[in-house]
């Protein structure tokens, strides 16, 4: 199949109109001919077979009978299939990497210093002008798991395993990846977490791992817990991380991702001295690297040939 070269129309939407004029110049500037069209709220369909998209309203996809690939300017596609509104015929294309799979290793690397060096010390020690060294940490005393061993999740794997970490990975196939011990499906998931000090949560969000941080799972790990979500907020069952916390059964929590965002104010966590926050910055996008992508994926798709990124809508991502 070929789709043709003449100029294509694509869909757009973001929440700025500025953020869509960058995309379309980092296309153009990939050798894209691209004809941007916007669908205005209460306008018809747009007839386009293309569209690009970050956090779209479920209208965005309605009578839009001639759209063929949509294209999430993110990894993670949750929300668009929860939504429900885009059909079954249309492909759902993700970013992979774009530069977020190093962005989250270093995200988890400043987190496991953090953690296991426990830098909060030398800061107060500061504020007093407190020379108070401390002694050497064994990586080894930190054994770290890791949820999901994907795109991002085999980038921090292979970051936290070079500075000598214990590494443990868990998927739903089995995953083979030097220097990480990996288990996979539910068969292996009581034996990983049993291996594991430190939990990094970067699984997407399905139906399938939803609140697959909860009180069950915390009470698996080795003594001294830590979790790092950098995956969903819904990953986490909120209630039970606090619980655990307060009652000391799980060391703390170093969140970047929230069940409801901006976390709101007044929220538990924002105060609570087990447990760092940050605004759903552990991963962000380099939007011309994923342009780029979107470039490469859309030639493709125009020759008919087969490109990566497809979400699976049955395991949905
Ligand atoms: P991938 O699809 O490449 O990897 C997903 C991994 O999760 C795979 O290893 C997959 O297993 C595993 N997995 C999925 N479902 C299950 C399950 N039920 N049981 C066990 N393992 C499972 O995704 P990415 O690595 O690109 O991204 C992961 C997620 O990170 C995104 O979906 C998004 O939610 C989040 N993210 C967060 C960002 C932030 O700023 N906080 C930024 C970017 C992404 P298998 O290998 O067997 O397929």
Redesign the pocket.
Known sequence: MNRGTSPLEILFHADQREVVDKWVAYLRDEGMDVKPVFREPGQGPTGARVAIVWMPPAELFQKEAKLEVVFNV?????AILASGALPDNVDLV????TG??A??AE?VIHALAEVTRNMGQFREAQKQQLWSPTSHVYVEDWPVGI?????????IAASVAALGYPVM???????HFDGVESY???DG?SKFLSRSRILV??????P??RH?LNRETFSQLLPGGHVI????GA?LNEDDLLACVNEGSLAGATL??FTTEPLPKGHPFWSHPAIEVTP??????NARLAMRQIATKLRAWRAGTPFTGVVDRR???
Do not use: C
């Open positions: 993110g990894a993670g596609v949750d993700r970013l992979e990497d977020m799979g962005k989250m995200y949820l999901g061993l994907g795109v991002i999740g085999s980038q990975g868990w998927s739903r196939r089995q995953r996979a499906g539910a998931f949560n970067a699984l997407p969000l399905t399938e791992t697959i979500n950098i995956g969903r990953h970047d991702v759903h910055i552990s991963g962000t996008t395991v949905g991502y």
